[in-house]
């Protein structure tokens, strides 16, 4: 950990323990801080080199990002650990076919983005750029190269209700049965309808997705490899050779896009998982359901930190994060509070490729049993089996971000390097409000409150604090910083200065 301070837990409370992992983590006191470029790798299968039209997706990767290095992995990901060491990138986007993907190829290459160093933090965000074809990988790749602002919203999931963010959007309520809502234009309220039988939710739906086209897609309830249910089991999504459908009596396709799109199944099952097939709905998602990018879970979701926490940091933060920053700082919230807590919580490692999910469950509760002090609950088990398993499909630099919403993040930060020193500047505005800030309201059973979050312009290699005039409660890392005050005032202005 390379800089982390919690204001109300003085040196009284600091465990042997924890000072040794602090001295274990490789935190310099002498080295200078300064911000690097950007670094971007691609990450390859060697049998691809043989296959012109999946090495024209690495091409086209390549014109997105100049200067990107390619490299081969033969069997295993884990195999680009001594490269990615010498390289040391900030995004690392694999590139790789269906059936090779599967919930231990994206819980392994999780892992490996904390193994660049010592710290307990992701050291670079990644992704994985598929589909059912290399057609359709190579759409994935093209349409990241340019920014996209979301506007329009398809959902499942009530916690979006609110439509704020959007200037249009349908959906199914998952909370209230017989219940859907919409919001016509940017200055419309949000209308709620009632329903005379369940089963009209899938009709609604895709009735909606055609009229809307959206630009994101959120949904939660039942959902496995090979179906994605509307809310009260009230009908099914299918994919059939890669084509998405309703399925109804008569099947219907659905609507196909020309423009990006981004999926986020945040409280379904295991539709991320790829299953190793591109028969897999999360194959068909990148296929026909248009998805540029796609953030899902590998296995059964019971806890949700690690999804729903991605979907708090994004909405709480309006225009803030692109989908793969708020994914990336909400584990890097994860990671600092578990620590905090008890640093062996975060040693434990679930042994999900030999276990079913029960078993790690069980076996997680054991192992946090063991560490007991202070005192566990049921979140220190859920934040261990959420950690690793959720994945991020498509490129993982694409800047891609809700539209702003006045008043709902009324702050700012910078970042300008002063000689060997960099001054990390937060500015709150009139309107700031910490409640907004740290999504009071929003999905508490999951995610408590979160932090103020940056992800840095610039990576700052080996950031030593040296000036923290406020005394902010602080995580900080070479690619951000978390600030856990929970009583930052508007109209004011707080630096941290680093070398």
Avoid at 151 to 174: C, H, K, P, Q
Avoid at 258 to 286: E, F, H, Q, T
Wanted: proline share 4%; net charge neutral; aromatic share 10%.
């Amino acid at each position: 950990m390379k800089y982390s301070i919690n204001s109300k837990h003085t040196s009284l409370r600091l465990t042997i323990a924890l000072l040794l992992v602090i001295l274990s983590s490789g935190m310099s006191l002498t080295a200078v801080a300064k911000t690097v470029a950007d670094k971007y790798v691609i990450g390859v299968r060697e049998a691809l080199k043989q296959d012109q039209q999946w090495m024209e997706v690495v091409n086209q990767l390549k014109q997105n990002h100049p200067g990107a290095d390619v490299v081969y992995y033969k069997h295993a990901l884990t195999e680009l650990l001594p490269a990615l060491k010498k390289k040391h990138p900030r995004y690392l986007c694999v590139v790789e076919t269906p059936d090779r993907i599967g919930k231990d190829f994206v819980i392994e290459g999780n892992r490996m983005s904390r193994q660049m160093d010592d710290d307990i933090y992701d050291d670079y965000v990644w992704g994985i750029v598929t589909g059912c074809s290399a057609e359709d990988a190579l759409r994935m790749a093209t349409q990241s190269k340019s920014a996209f602002t979301i506007r329009t919203a398809l959902t499942t999931t009530s916690e979006v209700a609110g439509g704020i963010w959007f200037d249009r959007m349908a959906g199914i309520s998952d909370g209230t049965k017989l219940v859907w809502f919409e919001k016509k234009s940017k200055d419309d309220q949000v209308h709620t309808y009632t329903m005379d039988r369940q089963f009209r939710s899938l009709g609604i739906f895709m009735n909606k997705w055609q009229e809307l086209d959206p630009d994101i897609i959120f949904t939660s309830s039942h959902a496995t490899q090979n179906n994605l249910e509307m809310p009260f089991s009230s009908g099914n999504l299918r994919a059939r050779n890669g084509q998405l459908y309703a399925d109804f009596f008569v099947s219907r396709n659905v609507p196909s896009t020309n423009k990006p799109r981004v999926y986020m199944p945040i409280g379904n099952c295991l539709i991320g998982d790829m299953n190793a097939s591109d028969k897999s709905m999360a194959a068909a998602w990148l296929s026909s359901g248009g998805a540029t990018a796609m953030l899902g879970y590998v296995v059964s979701t019971w806890y949700g930190r690690n999804g729903w926490g991605a979907l708090k940091f994004l909405l709480s933060a309006p225009g803030r994060h692109t989908i793969a920053e708020a994914a990336f700082l909400n584990r890097q919230d994860m990671y600092t509070l578990q620590q905090r807590k008890n640093p062996a919580l975060n040693k434990i490692v679930p042994d999900f490729m030999n276990l079913d999910e029960n078993s790690v469950r069980t076996s997680l509760g054991m192992m946090t049993d063991s560490t007991h002090n202070p005192r566990l609950d049921m979140d220190d088990v859920g934040f261990i089996y959420d950690r690793d398993v959720v994945a991020y499909y498509g490129d993982p630099a694409w800047n891609v971000r809700t539209q702003e919403v006045a008043g709902a993040a009324d702050y700012a930060f910078s970042c300008v390097k002063n000689g060997k020193q960099t001054v990390i500047t937060l500015k709150t505005g009139p309107k700031f409000s910490m409640d907004k800030v740290k999504g009071k309201g929003f999905k508490e059973e999951h995610v408590k409150d979160i932090p103020v979050a940056y992800f840095l312009p610039e990576r700052i290699l080996s950031p030593r604090v040296v000036a923290n005039p406020a005394n902010l409660d602080i995580a900080l890392d070479e690619n951000f910083i978390l600030i856990y005050n929970q009583n930052l005032k508007p109209n004011q202005i707080y630096t941290v200065t680093v070398e």
